[in-house]
């Protein structure tokens, strides 16, 4: 099969055989959206509503996250893409394994390559040490912006950290309303 498309890079990923989460997953969460979007968000992987139904952030969640893309004039199917760092559900929703992330990213680096993002807003501690850095402090770092070859890169508290201590919103309300201002500044086709 040929890789080239989007198509063909989503019924292959849907085919996925390469970490043991393969065994214990309903459905691969590919990512849903635009994939023409200027605006790529990266959460961890699927709970167990978005292994059900196959898209990602369909949980309580999702909710959550929805309402703040609403208010900075973002919404998934319109001007963004949402993916995860791993595609299947871990178990009881654990952090996804070394080997299980190492096993999946090459699928985010295909999604990149396709959409070619020029923003990139990691969702919480795990995407954002993955894609950002290692030792990346979220509670310390959040909302910070960084360059790399032309693109922009930032992390947000993970919405169900929102759910979790809701005394935190106002902290992700403010990175996300940094994230409009990124798009005005650097994008030309999402607003
Ligand atoms: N949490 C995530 O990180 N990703 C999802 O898709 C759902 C919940």
Not at 117 to 124: A, E, M, S, T
Request: neutral net charge.
């Amino acid at each position: 099969m040929d890789g080239n498309t989007w198509e063909s890079l989503r019924e292959q990923c849907l085919a996925c055989q390469k970490c043991a989460l393969a065994s214990t997953r309903t459905q691969v969460v590919f990512g849903t959206g635009n994939p023409a979007a200027e605006v790529l968000f990266v959460g961890e992987g699927p709970g167990q509503q978005e292994d059900e139904q196959g898209l990602p952030f369909v949980g309580r969640s999702g909710k959550l996250l929805d309402v703040y893309l609403d208010a900075i004039g973002l919404g998934r199917d319109k001007n963004i893409y949402i993916a995860n760092i791993v595609k299947c559900r871990p178990p009881g929703n654990r952090d996804p394994l070394p080997e299980e992330r190492e096993a999946c990213l090459p699928w985010l680096r295909k999604q990149f390559s396709h959409i070619r993002p020029k923003i990139i807003v990691c969702l919480g501690r795990i995407a954002a040490q993955v894609i950002i850095r290692p030792n990346y402090a979220i509670m310390k770092e959040h909302g910070q912006w960084e360059e790399k070859n032309g693109v922009w890169f930032t992390a947000t508290l993970h919405p169900a950290a929102l759910l979790r201590n809701p005394n935190n919103k106002p902290l992700a309300f403010e990175d996300f309303v940094a994230v409009r201002e990124k798009i005005r500044e650097v994008c030309d086709h999402t607003y």
